[in-house]
């Protein structure tokens, strides 16, 4: 940019005084003539509109030093050396910047709030803004024709949420719109038409701005698909509502010109016959067209018949208002009263035709998971508790020589440090809770005091009314839709757990296989397996000599014979070259070798098991006769106890010594992990598998308790748990390319970890209970509370505690550009290989379902041949290798839901590429179920995306109603994956 650095100066000697805001400030700049440096420097700054002078000290003394422009910029606040009145001046596109110091935080913010107001930008957006609200209150343009202004934007309508999009309370009053014979703009003779509706109830003077619809491009008749719904408290029979038609000449920019407007009362609406009305659409006394308007009232639940307006509208304390009219209210049950585990509930609405010429209602209903921070702490208190356990195995491995002393000691160390973080970690997620936050934010997925809870979990529901009469509402779709699970704090250089587990230098395995086990995870199962069966031993003893104190020859055969087997098992397992190895090197390891009391001949698994043994062999003796002889009762129990107890003490001191020769090993195996620079506490495979698993869980149990509530009173979907188990299906949207393939990699494991859980239906003892978490890592068992209505109607043995075990499948299929670049220059090997191990999983699940109910009844063996004729379709596809294979989602969507599944579906925030997947599939349902006209199809995709619950999704995230798509992001997306224009902008996720 070309100036006359004279002119400029003069320019700034006659705004002193006069400026928008001058003074001192510091500013960062760089000194020295060989060796540079940045230091602070004193500087008189002057603002005067968009441009910032600065001179080397007052303008009186010096001249003009430099110049700054205030376009396409932004100011924020810095923390520069700990000192708080920091700011800086950044640029758009580009890393030029300034670095500025105020002397006091008065002064901070007086400049901050000057500069980002300084701007041509700021000026035009404020100017658009009074125009809109100016537009808004008068229904008319307060520039005349031809105004050299006139072409300025108007302030973004459809970005402005809803005054009321949070479900309150009850739905009272309903009404769909229609417009005919609009009257174009002067850009267009077919207007683009979006309307917004407000309302105004006395003793209100203002208008409360409440919804608005789609945008219907082209169209002089146009037939909205969104609804306005009212809630209890929201409107009375006195409310006026206003009609404000637009025409969006310009989606992507959002640029629109008022059609007009119409309003009424809601009185007249209620009473009109057939509640329909024909308004004038008026714009300077003109007429531009007609608003149809039709109401209704909802029905009741119970006996669909309609909900009377009932009582006085309520001024501000509560006192009826004279004039009010009456106010709109439900009484009975209702078909919103959610018991399922949701907060923050969005509700919207829309009618969609069908192909018999009736209005198909169609509800959306998301909200935030209850589970979200409560069992992340559950999972952190079960981690702690396993590492806290093995901390005080290591203690009991004493007497080591200094070597391996040293090394026990580092151990432990690292293992302390990672109980201290999760402690942390806990608390903060605690404290998260209590200060009112109930989700994790896309935005917030980096940050590592959140890391074991799962991104923007939310339930989504589409509920279904058909025109028919008397028709009632049901549920055709439940998902959640949640982040992928996966490590954001960790970060992705040595890729996923699926990667790190491969190229570790301690795998024993080539393959991709979470199941991979080295020797510390041998040992680490072992350990458990041996103090199991050590436990049930002692129970068994319990057990004997209560046999012998009743009396009872077959209690005492039995208990017996099990202590045998306990003991056979036992050395099944430990006599084994892992177990005898680590024995010899704990015993070469040992100070004293006089310590253990055995030589190094006698440390063998096979030799230490069979002095047990020996004690069963004394114990069986001492049984015999007794059932012989039939002697007293209590001498049965005299003579059985000391042999009895000589077992037990010789089995816990064999055990002792074959537990500390393993926890040897683990301490060795995890210095030459430490000696390799290989971490084995935080940031380790451990640490990063705790962290996704965590969040899998929480996934997986909001999915389960949804179709538990749902489906409690179907007793094939019941039977379908107890003999089958419970089917998940987790669609990813995830690409192979960059750091999303080490976010699959992460997936992989998770979904293997999550078929080791287990479920369990107790009955809830308050009403807000929540899901239990026992057990072990990736070995999980979860109590979900039912209240005791539900609970009553499980069978008896749901009921009486039987485990539900569970089927998860992954099918993945990325859509965005990262994955038209893997199929163009990379590999989509990893993509091809989850879905085909997930095909076989369905296949087996199928096998069983079709073994154990596929002949119970007609409506299961119609699901049974359903499945597997998809099965098939599905394997098709899977051939074909087709690039971007929507039929692959599409055809695992429909098999799992003919099964009764739950349905999970992500990508990486679950916001964007997620807000795409779940309507497309609720298009595909009302298409396939409830016999939507095909011809509205992609009509209705773009309400939903527009006006449904996804994009206020998006803007609970991010803050702006949009999805973070650019232009060539949406051009790189399967056509039916692609938001309407005008909803989408390069955004900050």
Not at 505 to 525: D, H, I, L, Q, V
């Amino acid at each position: 940019m070309r100036f006359n650095h004279r002119e400029l100066a003069l320019y700034a000697s006659h705004r002193l005084g006069r400026a928008d805001k001058e003074g001192c400030l510091w500013m960062k700049e760089y000194e020295g003539i060989l060796r540079k440096k940045e230091t602070y420097t004193q500087r008189w700054f002057l603002l005067t509109g968009n441009l910032l002078f600065y001179c080397r000290t007052d303008y009186s003394d010096s001249g003009v030093v430099g110049l700054i422009i205030l376009e396409r910029c932004r100011v924020e606040s810095e923390s520069d050396g700990g000192n708080r009145n920091a700011f800086r001046l950044t640029f758009e596109d580009s890393e030029v910047g300034y670095s500025f110091l105020a002397n006091s935080a008065k002064d901070q913010d007086e400049w901050t709030t000057a500069l980002n107001s300084g701007s041509y930008e700021y000026l035009r957006m404020a100017f658009s803004e009074l125009r809109g609200q100016l537009m808004h209150l008068t229904g008319r343009d307060p520039l005349v024709e031809d105004h050299p202004l006139g072409d300025l934007p108007i302030a973004n309508i459809s970005a402005m949420p809803a005054s009321a999009p949070v479900f309150k309370g009850e739905p009272v009053f309903e009404m769909s719109l229609a417009c005919s014979s609009l009257v174009g703009s002067l850009r267009d003779g077919v207007p683009s038409a979006l309307i917004v509706s407000s309302c105004q109830t006395p003793p209100q003077a203002y208008w409360i701005r409440y919804a608005q619809t789609e945008v219907i491009e082209h169209n002089c008749d146009p037939q909205f698909f969104t609804t306005v719904v009212f809630y209890t408290g929201s409107v009375s029979m006195a409310t006026r509502l206003k009609f404000e038609v637009f025409d969006v000449y310009d989606r992507m920019e959002s640029k629109m010109c008022p059609i007009g407007q119409a309003q009424c009362q809601v009185m007249e609406l209620i009473r009109a016959p057939d509640k329909r009305q024909r308004l004038e659409i008026m714009f300077d006394n003109a007429v531009c067209g007609y608003l149809h308007v039709k109401a209704w009232k909802p029905q009741s639940e119970s006996s669909g018949r309609e909900v009377c307006p009932l009582g006085p509208v309520a001024g501000a304390k509560g006192k009826p208002v004279e004039g009010s009219g009456e106010s709109l209210d439900i009484s009975g049950r209702s078909n919103f009263s959610f018991r399922a585990p949701m907060d923050s509930i969005v509700v919207r609405t829309f009618h969609f035709p069908t192909t018999n010429d009736q209005l198909l209602k169609m509800t959306e209903v998301m909200g935030e998971g209850r589970y979200s921070f409560s069992i992340p702490m559950q999972m952190l208190d079960l981690y702690i508790a396993e590492e806290s356990s093995l901390l005080s195995q290591y203690a009991t491995v004493t007497a080591l020589s200094e070597d391996f002393e040293i090394a026990r000691q580092e151990v432990m160390l690292e293992h302390s440090a990672m109980v201290s973080q999760y402690r942390q970690n806990k608390s903060g997620l605690q404290a998260q809770l209590e200060a009112g936050v109930t989700f994790k934010k896309s935005t917030s997925k980096s940050e590592a005091e959140l890391d074991f809870v799962p991104v923007n979990l939310h339930v989504q529901e589409m509920k279904v009314i058909d025109g028919s009469a008397g028709g009632k509402e049901k549920v055709l779709y439940t998902v959640v839709t949640v982040g992928c699970p996966t490590a954001y704090s960790l970060k992705f250089r040595q890729g996923g757990l699926a990667r790190m587990q491969v190229t570790s230098p301690f795998a024993n395995t080539g393959s991709f296989s979470p199941s991979a086990e080295n020797k510390s995870f041998r040992a680490r199962t072992l350990l458990g397996r041996v103090q199991s069966a050590q436990s049930s031993l002692h129970k068994e003893g319990e057990q004997l000599l209560a046999g012998a104190r009743a009396g009872s020859v077959e209690g005492v055969q039995g208990s017996v014979r099990t202590i045998a087997d306990w003991v056979h098992h036992i050395k099944g397992h430990c006599n084994v070259t892992m177990v005898n190895d680590a024995l010899r090197n704990w015993c070469n390891a040992i100070e004293d070798p006089s310590y253990v009391g055995l030589s190094p001949s006698e440390m063998n698994a096979g030799t230490l098991c069979h002095r047990v043994e020996e004690h069963v062999l004394c114990v069986e003796a001492q049984a015999e006769p007794l059932q012989e002889t039939m002697l007293h009762t209590e001498e049965w129990h005299e003579r059985l106890q000391r042999p009895l107890a000589d077992l037990l003490a010789s089995l816990d001191e064999v055990v002792a010594i074959i537990m500390k020769a393993l926890l040897f090993l683990l301490i060795k195996e995890s210095y030459q992990l430490i000696a390799n620079k290989v971490p084995i506490g935080l940031k380790s495979y451990k640490h990063r598998r705790d962290i996704v698993f965590s969040q899998a869980v929480t996934s997986l149990v909001t999915s389960f308790a949804f179709r538990v509530l749902q489906s409690v009173a179907v007793s094939s979907f019941l039977s379908q748990l107890m003999e089958v188990g419970f089917l998940a299906h987790w669609e990813s949207l995830l690409s192979t390319h960059g750091d999303e393939i080490g976010m699959l990699e992460d997936f992989i494991v998770a979904i293997h970890d999550l078929n080791n859980l287990k479920f369990k239906l107790t009955l809830a003892q308050t009403f807000n209970d929540v899901p239990k978490v026992t057990g072990t890592r990736y070995k999980v068992l979860v109590e979900l509370p039912v209240q005791q209505t539900l609970f009553r109607v499980l069978p008896s043995q749901l009921r009486s505690g039987k485990e539900i075990s569970v089927c998860v499948v992954l099918f993945t299929q990325g859509v965005n550009e990262q994955q038209s670049l893997a199929d163009a220059f990379g590999d989509s090997t990893l993509q091809d290989q989850i879905n085909m191990r997930s095909l076989h999983q369905l296949t087996s699940y199928c096998t069983r379902y079709k073994e154990h109910l596929g002949s119970a009844n007609a409506k299961t063996s119609k699901k049974s041949q359903q499945a597997f004729q998809l099965l098939e379709q599905l394997r098709a596809q899977m051939q074909l290798r087709k690039t971007k294979n929507l039929d692959i989602l599409t055809l695992s969507q429909e098999l799992c839901r003919t099964l009764d599944c739950g349905r999970i579906t992500s990508c990486k925030s679950a916001k964007d590429r997620t807000g795409m997947s779940v309507t497309l599939e609720q298009g595909h349902i009302l298409l396939q179920e409830m016999n939507m006209d095909p011809a509205g199809f992609q009509h209705a995709l773009d309400a939903m995306r527009s006006q449904g619950t996804r994009i206020r999704n998006a803007e609970k995230n991010i803050g702006n109603a949009q999805y973070a798509f650019n232009v060539l992001q949406v051009f790189a997306l399967p056509p039916l994956y692609r938001p309407p224009d005008g909803t989408y902008k390069k955004l900050q996720t």
